[in-house]
């Protein structure tokens, strides 16, 4: 018997909110004992996919979402509670959507690859035009998502977990909401040459590296490592040597920590960077830090920033990293200044430009709020929290009369986007760009003007 769907009200809600009921409370209990032992067995029809990836439907009043569901869909699920949220395991796709795609034994990261490439787009379209309305309370265009020009292989750069006992260490991804590992041989998603190194590597000769993250490069075909772990630095000789010995071009070591490479990163063999092509320029890229993980996306995604931003005095690039973007401005801007507060980024940075010729780029450590208000275009690829109040008071009081946002994460952004736009700011295109396909994942490139 499906307890959610018989003709009544159920007198719980996970979301916190009661309802009235004729049935008692002991029957609820025992119906949401089920939900929280993920023993209660529902037959759902999905409305939409929202951000997650998940298949939203409603059951009894009581949102439900179910991983692997696509709109349209009818499916048996199993329910659990996760986080004050009613979640679902799928069970069985009882009427398929047309947009549908059989997949198997595929990383728990591609929570979308089960739906068609041009699903997926309109999918992620959808995230960003809920975003824009739902937060950001504005109504505006958001055009057609733009595809990666790869849909398989177009990661430059991937990390493992090194798991199990020294003498069956394997590489593994975390399983999707838990901690537990999931062994990895063949990367789908990973360019060719990270998994060629994956053919060939022996975990069990990475020692006590926790964490392994290679990146390698489409314009080279070189690979560089970065092995993180908290044993002393003498422990990882033999799992750099390793790597070298598989044709790694540079092996550093990185102290774990809650965020990846907050801490200490020191080079064990080998250079600690390579050529990657972005845009129209060939720039440095390292394993330990940020650069876009689809460089062939991101050229096409700054190409466009290019044409948008014009010619102009001094352009901001804000938690511009090593300036990836901010160089692509070097030729069309008198001056180009790039600001954050990575030091490793700065420097790469700083040496790019040098190598480059570009005498008009500067590079200065510090927060947001030491952003110069003497400018006319700022370009925000922020974290994934978005900017703070305080920032978007120094933009407003800057003399910038445009603002050219790329974010990864549409809430923050549609967020962002609703206050400039109460602020005078109006908002003139919105593009998602697909740097991550078969994922619910999606960036999003916006132009505003005051």
Not at 58 to 79: H, I, N, P, S
Not at 178 to 206: C, T
Not at 341 to 366: F, K, P, S, T
Request: with cysteine; proline share 5%; aromatic share 6%.
């Amino acid at each position: 018997m499906n307890l959610f769907n018989l003709d009544v009200e159920i007198p719980f809600s996970l979301e916190g909110k009661k309802t009235p009921s004729s049935f008692s409370l002991k029957r609820s209990a025992i119906i949401l004992a089920m939900v929280l032992n993920g023993t209660l067995e529902m037959v759902l029809q999905i409305e939409k996919v929202v951000a997650g990836g998940y298949g939203l439907a409603r059951d009894a009043g009581q949102v439900v979402l179910v991983a692997g569901a696509l709109a349209g869909e009818r499916v048996r699920v199993q329910a659990t509670a996760s986080k004050g949220v009613l979640k679902a395991r799928l069970l069985e796709v009882l009427e398929a959507s047309a947009d549908r795609v059989e997949v198997h034994d595929l990383p728990p990261t591609l929570d979308l690859a089960h739906a068609e490439y041009a699903a997926q787009l309109e999918i992620k379209r959808g995230f960003v035009r809920e975003a824009l309305l739902r937060i950001g309370k504005l109504e505006g265009t958001v055009e057609p998502t733009r595809p990666s020009p790869d849909r398989w292989h177009y990661r430059s750069v991937t990390q493992y977990a090194v798991s199990g006992p020294v003498e069956q260490r394997q590489l593994a991804y975390r399983e999707r909401g838990s901690h537990r590992p999931r062994a990895v041989k063949h990367d789908p998603v990973a360019s060719d040459p990270i998994n060629a190194l994956l053919g060939k590597l022996e975990p069990g000769k990475l020692g006590n590296t926790l964490e392994l993250v290679l990146r390698s490069s489409f314009a080279t075909g070189e690979v560089v490592a970065a092995l993180i772990g908290d044993a002393p630095r003498s422990n990882y000789s033999r799992a750099a040597m390793h790597l070298a010995d598989l044709g790694v071009s540079g092996v550093s070591l990185a102290r774990a920590g809650k965020r990846r490479f907050t801490g200490k990163v020191s080079v064990l063999w080998g250079e600690p960077t390579i050529l990657e092509r972005y845009g129209n320029l060939d720039v440095s890229v390292s394993a330990s830090g940020f650069a876009q993980v689809n460089p062939k996306a991101a050229t096409e995604l700054y190409l466009e920033v290019l044409a948008w931003a014009g010619t102009g005095g001094t352009a901001l690039d804000l938690y511009g990293g090593a300036g990836a973007l901010g160089l692509q401005l070097a030729h069309s801007y008198q001056k180009v200044m790039v600001l954050d507060i990575a030091l490793e980024g700065l420097e790469r940075g700083d040496a790019d430009a040098e190598r480059l010729e570009l005498n008009n780029v500067q590079y200065h450590q510090g927060d947001a709020m030491m952003m110069p208000s003497d400018i006319d275009t700022i370009l925000l690829d922020p974290p994934r929290a978005g900017l703070d109040t305080e920032v978007l008071v120094k933009i407003q009081d800057s003399s910038a009369e445009k603002i050219i946002y790329i974010s990864c994460d549409p809430a923050t952004w549609a967020r962002d986007v609703g206050r400039l736009v109460r602020q005078g700011w109006n908002l003139k295109r919105v593009i998602p760009w697909d740097f991550y396909p078969q994922t619910s994942h999606v960036e999003v490139l916006s132009l505003l003007e005051r």
